[in-house]
């Protein structure tokens, strides 16, 4: 069902229920579930929400979330989906393209477009802006607003303007992404176009200090988010989220391939640090002609990995795979010999959490709360510097040389994940805190987004 629809039909006339379960709208304002945590968060968390009992909607735009239906003893159900469509200029194969006259319906439409024209990232402001109307429209629907990471205007003014108490996941602030860019940038030019382009950053930065509930999903994040955003530090409470376990579990009946090196990759930006892993792919090869690396993402067609690839002659080393089903995925996770996180920074990673959910052994880096999810260097993971190919080489060599080793990691790591980070402990501190959220608002407290 979309906005429009929405909005054009009677109220739904939803209430709560009476028995204690909790009717979620859940934002994001992108959804793809196969590249980018944003997508995979809502996906997984929306399914164990309505495992509790929770009735979830889901409200997104493009690309839109894929969600999972569940079994409820009567039939399949689970979280539903509202789209929120955007005028996805960003899409693939004709990203930055110009709409078509007959496609603008308002003026959030325009500030859209205005925004991507002058080199800007509108996405947050305009979804926030679409959400609100929407949410407005629907007032009384919801016990709680749940927005993933949008932190846009449009999410002010607490439950008067968005007809219930507002919760926000950030994951990390992406002051950080725009750090690193703005220190990776060759030139003034280049620079000049990364500030323009993480401009939204600031709005995000007002939104955050006025939030009354933070959730975020490491200790590293909470503390970035403190010092990045300015959020004082009783206001964010921290719920690690995890791998689907079930999913993403050993199989023997999957072989090894020799030499090979998994990594998830979402872009080719210097936060992933995939130019590191390609560097450290060459090194690895002088002395394990065997060692190959498949990237679970997009291939760039250029910029600094496409270069590495071709100034170290690594064509036929380097593969690139998206677009796979769940399953193929983490076959391809199992058949690897070793998973390898390469990331400058993550607030949390979840591919570093589902591949040791495989039993397949990991080398990570120790940036940002990678080593909160990865755990102790040589007990369930090897830990290296970030953005050090050389020590890189060294630990995948290590790892691919030695089976012992890999075995005893693998085992290490299912054991860590299975211990701390599920999906299903993640739904449950996160529905505490939804009730946090209502009770505050019921005691007259302070706590709205003003």
Not at 77 to 92: C, H, M
């Amino acid at each position: 069902m979309t906005a429009e629809a929405i909005e054009a039909s009677p109220r739904q006339g939803v209430t709560a229920a009476g028995d204690g379960s909790l009717r979620i709208a859940l934002l994001t304002y992108k959804g793809n579930p196969f590249c980018g945590g944003q997508g995979v968060y809502v996906r997984h968390l929306s399914r164990e929400l309505a495992r509790l009992g929770h009735r979830v909607e889901v409200i997104g735009s493009q690309p839109y979330p894929v969600l999972d239906a569940i079994a409820d003893g009567t039939g399949l159900t689970g979280p539903t989906l509202t789209e929120v469509a955007s005028l996805d200029l960003y899409r693939s194969p004709d990203p930055f393209r110009t709409p078509k006259r007959d496609e603008y319906r308002d003026w959030i439409d325009g500030v859209e477009v205005a925004t991507m024209w002058t080199g800007g990232f509108p996405e947050p402001l305009t979804f926030s802006l679409r959400a609100r109307r929407l949410l407005a429209a629907r007032r009384g629907d919801f016990d709680v607003v749940h927005d993933n990471q949008t932190l846009g205007y449009g999410l002010l003014g607490g439950p008067r303007a968005i007809g219930a108490p507002l919760v926000t996941t950030i994951h990390h602030p992406i002051t950080v992404d725009r750090r690193l860019e703005l220190d990776a940038a060759a030139d003034w030019k280049r620079r000049a176009s990364v500030r323009r382009w993480y401009a939204f950053t600031r709005m995000q930065k007002r939104v955050a200090r006025r939030l009354p509930s933070v959730l975020t999903v490491s200790g590293t994040s909470r503390q970035e988010i403190v010092e990045h955003l300015g959020v004082p530090e009783d206001r964010i409470r921290v719920v690690h989220i995890g791998a689907d376990t079930d999913l993403w579990s050993p199989d023997p009946a999957v072989a090894e391939v020799p030499g090979r090196i998994v990594t998830t990759s979402s872009a080719d930006v210097p936060l992933k640090g995939l130019v590191h892993l390609v560097e450290a792919l060459a090194k690895l090869r002088t002395e394990n002609p065997d060692a190959h690396l498949v990237v679970v993402g997009k291939r760039a067609e250029d910029g600094p990995v496409a270069a590495a690839i071709e100034r170290y002659g690594l064509a036929g080393a380097v593969e690139f795979v998206k677009g796979i089903s769940d399953a193929e995925l983490v076959d391809l996770y199992r058949s690897a010999q070793v998973a390898c996180v390469p990331s400058l920074y993550e607030g949390f990673s979840l591919p570093a959490a589902e591949g040791m959910a495989t039993g397949t052994p990991l080398v990570a880096t120790t940036g940002g709360a990678i080593p909160e999810v990865a755990g102790t260097d040589g007990e369930t993971c090897l830990a290296v510097p970030p953005g050090d190919a050389g020590a890189l080489a060294a630990a995948l060599g290590r790892v691919l040389g030695d089976p012992e080793l890999r075995a005893r990691l693998g085992a290490a790591g299912r054991s860590r994940v299975l211990d701390r980070f599920t999906w299903a402990r993640a739904a449950q501190g996160t529905a505490e805190l939804y009730r946090e959220a209502i009770a505050r608002r019921g005691a007259g407290a302070p706590g709205s987004a003003r």
